[in-house]
């Protein structure tokens, strides 16, 4: 049976690990990085992406406007 | 290994749901980690581009945070002098008609040293957008209290909290522009969660389809955090904002058209 399925990308070295985006994410994907970006800062990662339904809340909080988001039906 | 593949062959480019706005530069916003100013210039620049309205656009530029506005958007903006961005804004609106012309201004600009531009503008009735980012205090100056402090709400010059009996009251601006006949549309939004996001979305766009018709000033405030003032992680700012900042300051619509109900 067909499944929707969605998955992101965050852009990390743009990303301020703010996490924003891990607070709002309904189905638990993403993740602070233990590493820094180039930046300093824990960057946000889709730790689950697997788990991802595509429904685009992270990347509508995300103030940096990082993350792009891509759904599909498989 | 199947499921990873399948992953990533969801990123397609017709797969896409949602990426960042065109008419945003190639460049990392220089607000603070999680502060409301880079979710709010994000979704303007979305819905200048989705209306259609990039060149038909010019923005106005305060003083404070909110300035910073201008370096992320590939549109024509005119800085004014603090508080004064109704004012010049009002300008360019009487010399060019046909132009969409907003403001972009802090709660320190919009409602201490602006007070009188903001409340004439709206009063004169001018055909502009004012977008209003209330976080509370002064952000770029380092937390000063603004007159939008919240009863008991610390900043570096009232550490131990705002106590109204010596400081004051919080000025709601936006219950007064609701009050005066030249303003046409008031909401008070936010955009500390998804929902709520979509809503300021949403009235932001009728804000700019109801400025086409030049019936008069419409009027959006955003409460917003500013983590960095607030000295708080992202997170806590949010939940301190929904707790404590929106009882004060209650979102929804104060003013809409006669005959329309637009309340969300
Ligand atoms: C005439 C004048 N007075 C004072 C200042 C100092 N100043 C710069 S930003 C600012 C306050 C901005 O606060 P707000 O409008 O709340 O914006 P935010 O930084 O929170 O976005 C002040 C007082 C100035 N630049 N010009
Ligand atoms: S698109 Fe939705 S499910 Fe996927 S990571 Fe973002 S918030 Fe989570
Ligand atoms: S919301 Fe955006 S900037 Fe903040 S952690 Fe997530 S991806 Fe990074
Ligand atoms: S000081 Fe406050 S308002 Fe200014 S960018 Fe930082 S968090 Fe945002």
Redo the contacts with the bound molecule.
């Keep these: 049976m067909a499944k929707i399925k969605g998955n992101i990308v965050i852009d990390t070295e743009k990303c301020k690990g703010c996490e924003l985006c891990i607070a709002s994410c309904p189905s638990k994907v993403i993740d602070a990085a233990k590493e820094l970006n180039e930046k300093g800062y824990h960057y946000a990662y889709p730790a689950k992406h697997e788990q991802c339904t595509g429904c685009a809340n992270c990347a509508i909080v995300c103030p940096d406007g990082v993350i792009t988001v891509y759904k599909a039906k498989i | 290994m199947e499921e990873t593949c399948n992953m990533q062959e969801i990123v397609k480019p017709e797969n896409l749901v949602y990426k960042k706005s065109s008419l945003l530069l190639d460049k990392t916003f220089t607000?603070?980690p999680g502060?409301g100013?880079g979710t709010v210039t994000r979704i303007l620049a979305e819905l200048i581009e989705e209306l259609g309205l990039q060149k038909q656009t010019v923005g106005v530029s305060p003083v404070g945070?909110s300035v910073l506005l201008y370096a992320f958007m590939d549109i024509d903006f005119q800085q004014a002098a603090h508080g004064r961005a109704p004012a010049v804004a009002t300008g360019i609106k009487r010399l060019l008609p046909d132009r969409f012309v907003f403001t972009y201004q802090g709660d320190g600009d919009l409602a201490a040293i602006g007070t009188s531009e903001t409340i004439h503008a709206c009063n004169r009735g001018e055909n502009i957008l004012i977008i209003y980012i209330n976080?509370g205090i002064y952000?770029?100056t380092g937390g000063q209290m603004a007159p939008t402090t919240i009863p008991g709400m610390k900043s570096s010059t009232s550490p131990r909290g705002r106590n109204v009996q010596t400081m004051g009251y919080p000025l709601k601006i936006t219950d007064i522009a609701a009050t005066l006949p030249g303003t046409y549309y008031v909401t008070r939004q936010s955009v500390h969660t998804p929902a709520a996001v979509r809503k300021t979305k949403k009235a932001m766009r009728r804000a700019m389809e109801y400025q086409s018709l030049n019936r008069g000033l419409c009027f959006i405030e955003i409460v917003s955090n500013?983590?960095?003032?607030w000295k708080m992680t992202p997170v806590e700012s949010i939940k301190w904002m929904e707790e404590n900042m929106l009882p004060y300051y209650p979102l929804g619509d104060l003013k809409t058209p006669a005959g329309e109900n637009t309340n969300q």
């Design positions: 607000y603070c502060c100013h945070c976080n952000g770029m500013c983590p960095s003032g």
